[in-house]
């Protein structure tokens, strides 16, 4: 906060005019990264496209300034432009069938992955060489005899192929959800 102050060239009581704490002031950052999530979301169209829809301008958001995922999973901010995400995905997982604890379980799986891949594909793009150096390392370290299954898959392990690779995992689990309510 003093770092802060000094940098708007005020007093560091004039920031916790403004925020009580830095806490607060991280809380009000990452609710800023996802305002006009939910505007103009088709409420019409089907829950599967809604949260799809949801899920890709959350990572949007979250790409969106240097370590915003980050930002966002550090901070547990009931601050309107979360609240209204969260009330938008539950609405819809709603509709899909599920009870309000599933769709607010569900919610919750669809944010943890979209936060949690964002993280990666930052962390990948701040490594030295946009993680060039940590590809190859990974590629040496992988023993065929060891690692059979690995070996075989190395092309498709290490980044980058974000959107590609945010997209499977999306897909992953909408199909996940949708099976889910289709049980007796």
Do not use: C
């Not at 060489?129 to 390392?137: I, L, Q, Y």
């Amino acid at each position: 906060m003093r770092r802060l102050a000094a940098a708007l060239g005020v007093q560091n009581g004039a920031t916790y005019w403004h925020f009580r704490s830095k806490q607060a002031l991280l809380e009000a950052m990452a609710d800023t990264l996802l305002a006009g999530l939910t505007a103009g979301l088709d409420t019409e169209s089907p829950w599967t496209e809604r949260i799809t829809e949801l899920a890709r301008r959350l990572r949007r958001a979250l790409l969106s300034r240097r370590d915003g995922a980050r930002l966002s999973s550090a901070a547990f901010f009931p601050l309107p432009n979360a609240l209204a995400y969260g009330e938008a995905v539950i609405a819809a997982l709603g509709e899909s069938g599920l009870s309000s604890r599933d769709a607010a379980w569900a919610a919750d799986t669809l944010t943890y992955y979209v936060v949690g891949h964002t993280i990666e594909e930052q962390l990948a793009v701040a490594l030295p060489g946009s993680g060039h150096d940590a590809t190859v390392r990974l590629t040496g370290a992988v023993d065929p005899q060891r690692h059979p299954h690995m070996y075989a898959a190395l092309a498709h392990i290490p980044a980058p192929h974000h959107q590609e690779h945010f997209d499977y995992g999306l897909h992953l689990i909408v199909n996940g959800i949708r099976a889910d309510t289709e049980r007796p």
